[in-house]
């Protein structure tokens, strides 16, 4: 019922930058957190970043201070800005939306992912 579709993944080299967008479509009444997770090859899935409808946002350690998270909440768009990337941040990167459908039914929805390679 709720479809999240990511985009802006790619090749970067160390030390640049990449923004990831997450569209939220479907029956949506309304959408409380949005974020972004990773998954790096061998490793768990990990929060990158989230963000509430207000604006309240959360990060993981390691990206604070390189990384931004944001929200169009008219188009039901999360977005990271990815500065300064090192090659540990390489990983597929996941958009999350905690959605409440038109059906007043509320969950837990994935995007498919998109790969962020940091390399020279």
């Known amino acids: 019922q709720v479809q999240l579709v990511e985009s802006g993944g790619g090749l970067v080299q160390p030390g640049g930058s990449l923004k990831l967008s997450c569209a939220a479509s479907?029956?949506?009444?309304?959408?409380?957190?949005m974020g972004w997770y990773r998954q790096a090859p061998g490793k768990e899935r990990e929060l990158v970043a989230t963000i509430t409808r207000i604006g309240r946002t959360n990060y993981l350690d390691s990206v604070k201070g390189r990384f931004t998270i944001s929200r169009d909440n008219a188009k039901n768009t999360v977005y990271l800005q990815m500065n300064s990337l090192k090659p540990e941040d390489t990983a597929v990167y996941y958009c999350?939306?905690?959605?409440?459908?038109?059906?007043?039914?509320?969950?837990?929805?994935w995007g498919q992912g998109t790969q962020v390679t940091v390399s020279s």
């Open positions: 999350n939306a905690k959605a409440l459908t038109t059906t007043l039914t509320s969950g837990e929805n």
């Open positions: 479907g029956s949506i009444f309304s959408i409380n957190i």
